[in-house]
Antibody, heavy 118, light 112 residues
Framework: EVQLVESGGDLVQPGGSLRLSCTAS????????MHWVRQAPGKGLECVSS????????YYADSVKGRFTISRDNSRNTLYLQMSSLRPEDTAVYYC???????????WGQGTLVTVSS | DIVMTQSPDSLAVSLGERATISCKSS????????????LAWYQQKPGQPPRMLIY???TRESGVPDRFSGSGSGTDFTLTISSLQPEDVAVYYC????????FGQGTKVEIK
């Protein structure tokens, strides 16, 4: 069974930093593109960052470019999102999601809540 | 980025009746190289992550009831629930994966 377990969400002050992790199991992690998709409270879905199977190619939404860094450790089956210079508008549930290259999103994790507030 | 626009924003349908949601993309999501429409539909219930219902515009995900169907091509797509059930109350999102991935704003389906 595919499992994606996010962790690292917390309450952080504006301007602060946080690192999210997603531990994967039940599938061949290094064969899948990985993504972070967020959902602000009561709002829609936004794909904020993606990383290719070997980590050589990354994507960032304009809203997080220069502040967030996505990475993966295929030996540990783990995806990361380093978040810095956090803003109140970054408050959201962050989901870890898989896909094949160029394919639809696959299984989603349960999400981890990031709250940016003073 | 491709902008995905869903209509309506909310929909109230009687139990057993048909629900239809439209999704329009600002440019075509059809890939001629693979002959596929790179469009998926997701269902999200409160407190849960999205669940994929339909991919490649019309392929139903395993385990999804056959009352859910997807259609369309190019820039115009439709999700149809043929006979609304109580468990179908949710928000539905379309999603294009042709280029930089984007979602529609969501359509809330309720019971009339």
């Amino acid at each position: 069974e595919v499992q994606l377990v996010e962790s690292g969400g917390d309450l952080v002050q504006p301007g602060g930093s946080l690192r999210l992790s997603c531990t994967a199991s039940g599938f061949t992690f290094n064969a899948y593109t990985m993504h972070w998709v967020r959902q602000a409270p009561g709002k829609g879905l936004e794909c904020v960052s993606s990383i290719s199977t070997n980590g050589g190619s990354t994507y960032y939404a304009d809203s997080v470019k220069g502040r967030f860094t996505i990475s993966r450790d295929n030996s540990r089956n783990t995806l990361y999102l380093q978040m810095s210079s956090l803003r109140p508008e970054d408050t959201a549930v962050y989901y870890c999601v898989t896909s094949t290259t160029g394919g639809p999103f696959g299984p989603w994790g349960q999400g981890t809540l990031v709250t940016v507030s003073s | 980025d491709i902008v995905m626009t869903q209509s309506p924003d909310s929909l109230a349908v009687s139990l057993g009746e048909r629900a239809t949601i439209s999704c329009k993309s600002s440019q075509s999501v059809f890939s001629s190289s693979s002959n596929t429409n790179n469009l998926a539909w997701y269902q999200q219930k409160p407190g849960q992550p999205p669940r994929m219902l339909i991919y490649w515009a019309s392929t139903r995900e395993s385990g999804v009831p056959d009352r859910f169907s997807g259609s369309g091509s190019g820039t115009d797509f439709t999700l149809t629930i043929s006979s609304l059930q109580p468990e179908d109350v949710a928000v539905y999102y379309c999603h294009q994966y042709y280029t930089t991935r984007t979602f529609g704003q969501g359509t809330k389906v309720e019971i009339k």
